[in-house]
């Protein structure tokens, strides 16, 4: 059986602060964190929870994975980029230009996001977390697919993209030019094996299809932190 996306974490100088702006931008909860750090669940198929945890790192240009969040209508888009804004997010210039349909926003930490203008094909059928858009190889998009057993729902020059069978968001990989990675990336996936799992057996299994284990500092802390075929930080748990 494959591992489950538990958790998307995002390291954060104000974890609380940071929690909060992104309740009231998706409308989660937030939840008791047995491992420190904020948690928000879910309101609808998104699958995994988002968490935030402390971190003394600054930020090194652009993250290498953002939210698309998607809208119903332009009034739509407008409400939400205006609800960002009271909330402390601000408005983005990564040259996108004028003609841009989306709009391109950064949160109280600078962390990029996007809010997507109505009737966007490709999100069409996605929840108001419509995408963690990624940038990535192809090889790495085939990675997921195979270590999360979602399947491929986009795979077209070089661009990859796979989704749940359950639904919520999509996970897409714009393909070359991939940007140099520069440090530990501020976004990164807590992974665990179903219930009744093995979490040696799963690392062996994530190291077979390319990952590799690597040394963060972490220690000791009883679970063990990796990295997929373009480098990006991972964690797998143990079995709840």
């Not at 937030?30 to 309101?43: C, H, I, Q, Y």
């Not at 205006?82 to 402390?88: C, D, H, P, T, V």
Request: aromatic share 8%; charged share 25%; hydrophobic share 35%.
């Amino acid at each position: 059986m494959t591992c489950q996306l538990i958790a998307l974490c995002f390291d954060a100088h104000d974890p609380q602060g940071l929690a909060r702006f992104w309740s009231g931008v998706l409308g989660w909860e937030s939840a008791d964190d047995p491992r420190g750090g904020v948690t928000l669940l879910p309101d609808d198929d998104t699958g995994f929870r988002l968490r935030f945890v402390a971190s003394e790192e600054e930020k090194r240009g652009q993250n290498q994975m953002h939210f698309d969040l998607t809208s119903t209508s332009l009034d739509n888009q407008r409400e939400t980029v205006a609800r960002a804004l009271e909330l402390g997010g601000r408005h983005l210039d990564i040259g996108q230009g004028p003609d841009a349909t989306h709009v391109v926003m950064a949160d109280p930490e600078g962390n990029e996001f996007c809010v997507i203008e109505p009737d966007n094909k490709f999100l069409a059928e996605c929840g108001f977390l419509g995408a963690l858009a990624s940038d990535g190889t192809q090889a790495v998009g085939y990675f997921w697919s195979e270590a999360l057993g979602w399947p491929l729902v986009w795979d077209q020059d070089e661009e990859t993209a796979i989704r749940s069978p359950h639904g919520g968001p999509k996970i897409t990989w714009g393909g070359p030019p991939v940007a140099p990675k520069t440090g530990k990336n501020r976004l990164h996936f807590d992974l665990a094996p179903p219930a009744g799992g093995d979490l040696r057996a799963e690392v062996e299994r994530l190291t077979s299809l390319g990952a590799t284990r690597i040394d963060i500092g972490q220690g000791e802390p009883g679970w063990v932190v990796m990295a997929d075929p373009d480098g990006n930080e991972f964690c797998v748990l143990p079995p709840a």
